[in-house]
């Protein structure tokens, strides 16, 4: 099966900073890789997810890059407010099935 | 307003218990999937399903059953609950095999 690692497992910046959390996968068959944000208490929700046929997608201030070569992708957060503060989850998704990595606590401070 | 549904929201009770937890969606979807998490941590793939009467194990091991026999309701069995199994359960559904709606989760507590 698919294996998904996610990095790093906390990250604090400063308000108005860049985070960026990086994801690899093992299985080149994977060809979707959402990005979850999960608030305190809360269901995970979709931010952004690319296909494998494209190496870069933005929304505002939220990117994901995928390099299928280097079978690695990452998000990008920019000018961070404290409302970003969540757990962050990659995934790879095979066939339907999806595999998470294990989260990236981001705490944004003002 | 269309929406997935989880019921209890929460749980306790004692080992050796049979509970069912409950999940329901009025998206339309087929695909629907159970996870497990412990809070703040990794999703795990406990069980899916691609439509009526189809029902797959994921990659954790789990002691738990599910059916569907609806395409909108997929309610997962624990046949003898056990202090390991406490943990939260996230129910999901999906219209194509890519973006996923959550539940809001069931937060089991096994004594």
């Known amino acids: 099966g698919e294996n998904v690692e996610q990095h790093p497992s906390t990250l604090s910046v400063q308000e108005g900073d860049s985070a960026v959390i990086k994801c690899t996968y093992s299985d080149s068959a994977s060809n979707y890789f959402p990005w979850y944000k999960q608030e305190l208490g809360k269901r995970p929700q979709l931010i952004i997810d690319i296909r494998s046929n494209v190496g870069e997608k933005k929304d505002q201030r939220i990117a994901v890059t995928l390099n299928k070569t280097a079978k690695h992708f990452s998000l990008h957060i920019t000018e961070t407010q404290p409302e970003d503060s969540a757990v962050y989850f990659c995934a790879a998704g095979l066939f339907n099935k999806f595999y998470f990595g294990s989260g990236t606590k981001l705490n944004v401070k003002p | 307003e269309a929406d997935i549904y989880q019921t209890p929201r929460y749980l306790v009770i004692g080992t050796g218990k049979k509970i069912t937890l409950e999940c329901s969606q009025t998206?339309?979807?087929?695909?629907m999937y159970w996870y497990q998490q412990d809070p703040g941590m990794e999703l795990h793939l406990i069980h899916y399903?691609?439509?009526?009467?189809?029902?797959e194990k994921g990659d954790l091991s789990s002691e738990s059953t599910v059916s569907r026999i609806r395409t909108e309701h997929f309610p997962l069995t624990l046949e003898s609950a056990r202090p390991s199994h406490t943990s939260q359960y996230l129910c999901?559904?999906?219209?194509?095999?890519?973006?996923?709606?959550f539940g809001p989760g069931t937060r089991l507590t096994v004594l």
């Open positions: 399903s691609y439509g009526v009467n189809s029902t």
């Open positions: 999901a559904s999906s219209e194509r095999g890519d973006e996923q709606f």
């Open positions: 998206m339309g979807h087929d695909k």
